[in-house]
């Protein structure tokens, strides 16, 4: 089906290991980006990107590092996972057209023990 | 960034009562302003938006209002249903397409 997937939906992992959290859109929109959203912040942006291989800093990018060498795909990756980055994340499209709603998929819970 | 407590605003309203979800925002250069409605464990979805030299604008049982004079944002649900109860976000779409969400706000509709 077409639309925009994440994976893993759930992930617990450990302080200090390397998570990676992918996201995949069949659209072939230009614009993607990650959310991370925790109780009382709403969503908070990690990263975008504009098009493949163009990326930049959102509001919260310390400790994640993306990469878009698709246009179809936009991991993100914790390096090093701590506790604090303990969320759920979004991954979001747009082709940036008109008012530029964003089309969401559903979520990675990540838990770091 | 926006200062926001630990527990989001309520909203409890009664079944066929209509509902309306207030929003500040900050930036004036703002040229688009969304809402969008999620549901427990889902991603949010887009209900409506408003360009920002627009007032008012009306979809299927909503209405959004722009107050630019005060930076404010109202949704407004007509006939509020049980499907309607969900977190309610407002954002504002910034350069680069990039949209800034508010704190969100639980609409709890009563049977």
């Known amino acids: 089906d077409a639309g925009i997937t994440q994976s893993p939906r759930y992930k617990i992992t450990e302080t200090g290991r390397q998570v990676t959290l992918m996201c995949h859109q069949t659209?072939?929109?230009?614009?993607m980006f990650w959310y991370r959203q925790d109780l009382g912040h709403g969503l908070r942006l990690i990263y975008y990107s504009a098009a493949a291989d163009i990326t930049d800093k959102g509001e919260v990018p310390d400790g994640y590092v993306v990469s878009r060498s698709k246009t179809e795909n936009f991991p993100l990756t914790l390096e090093s996972a701590t506790r604090s980055q303990t969320s759920v994340y979004f991954c979001a499209s747009t082709n940036g057209k008109g008012t530029g709603e964003l089309f969401f998929g559903e979520g990675s819970r990540l838990t770091v023990l | 960034g926006e200062s926001v407590g630990l527990h989001l605003p309520t909203l409890s309203v009664q079944e066929g009562d209509n509902s309306i979800i207030n929003c500040a925002y900050s930036?004036?250069?703002?040229?688009?302003f969304i809402w969008y409605k999620q549901e427990s464990g889902k991603g949010p979805q887009f209900i409506i938006d408003i360009r920002s030299n627009m007032d008012k604008r009306q979809g299927q049982r909503v209405t959004v209002l722009l107050n630019k004079t005060v930076k404010h944002l109202s949704l407004q649900i007509a006939a509020t249903q049980p499907g309607d109860s969900a977190v309610y976000f407002c954002a504002e779409k910034t350069k680069g397409n990039k949209l800034v969400f508010g704190a969100g706000t639980i609409l709890r509709v009563k049977s």
């Open positions: 659209w072939s929109h230009s614009y």
């Open positions: 930036n004036s250069a703002s040229d688009y």
